[in-house]
T-cell receptor
Framework: DAKTTQPTSMDCAEGRAANLPCNHSTISGNEYVYWYRQIHSQGPQYIIHGLKNNETNEMASLIITEDRKSSTLILPHATLRDTAVYYC??????????????FGTGTKLQVIP | GAVVSQHPSWVICKSGTSVKIECRSL??????MFWYRQFPKQSLMLMAT?????????EQGVEKDKFLINHASLTLSTLTVTSAHPEDSSFYIC???????????FGPGTRLLVL
């Protein structure tokens, strides 16, 4: 899996958009960008993933640069419940997700009232 | 959506005893499940890959005789921490991949405290 670099921590005001960056300059052509988050004392939660096109779902948007060397996860209207550690992971996708997931240190997002 | 459960959610045991943690896929079958361990303020570390009907694959540095994994059915994997010691106190998390998506879903975790 390609290595990723994320800021250690970020703050965001409640109701504002949270933009979480991730660098993955060694990403391969068949590797996807995945985002998970872990709320304190809970198991990780899948958020979104993409290959090269921007993706959006009910939780977030994923913006991937044209050269695919970096991406940004956008939470459009952050709430206090979005306070968590966010993990950006680059890996080959496979039907059924049989590839193991290797976690880095992630970004601790603190949403401030 | 896919749901992965774990039991128990937390357990306290005495040093030297064994503890079994269950991981279940509730609405799908999983031939592969994964076990992670997370110490306070650290990231998740993959311990092993659990394979239904065959031996588990352990990551480097994880003692297979201490952390016994049994994947006896397509919906259940168990992790047994044998002869637990205080340093085994940790947050244990499992994950399983539903066949219809290219990702994994994680259980809620089991917090183990060894006294």
């Amino acid at each position: 899996d390609a290595k990723t670099t994320q800021p250690t921590s970020m703050d965001c005001a409640e109701g504002r958009a949270a933009n979480l960056p991730c660098n993955h300059s060694t990403i391969s052509g068949n590797e996807y960008v995945y985002w998970y988050r872990q709320i304190h004392s809970q198991g990780p939660q899948y958020i979104i993933h993409g290959l090269k096109n921007n993706e959006t779902n009910e939780m977030a948007s994923l913006i991937i640069t044209e050269d695919r060397k970096s991406s940004t996860l956008i939470l459009p209207h952050a709430t206090l419940r979005d306070t968590a550690v966010y993990y950006c992971i680059v890996r080959v996708a496979s039907s059924g997700g049989y590839q193991k997931v290797t976690f880095g240190t992630g970004t601790k997002l603190q949403v401030i009232p | 959506g896919a749901v992965v459960s774990q039991h128990p959610s937390w357990v306290i045991c005495k040093s030297g005893t064994s503890v079994k943690i269950e991981c279940r896929s509730l609405d799908f079958q999983a031939t592969t499940m994964f076990w992670y361990r997370q110490f306070p303020k650290q990231s998740l570390m993959l311990m092993a890959t659990s394979n239904e009907g065959s031996k588990a694959t352990y990551e480097q540095g994880v003692e297979k005789d201490k952390f016994l994994i049994n994947h006896a059915s397509l919906t259940l994997s168990t992790l047994t921490v044998t002869s637990a010691h205080p340093e085994d106190s940790s947050f244990y998390i499992c994950s399983a991949p539903p066949p219809w998506v290219e990702t994994q879903y994680f259980g809620p975790g089991t917090r183990l405290l060894v006294l």
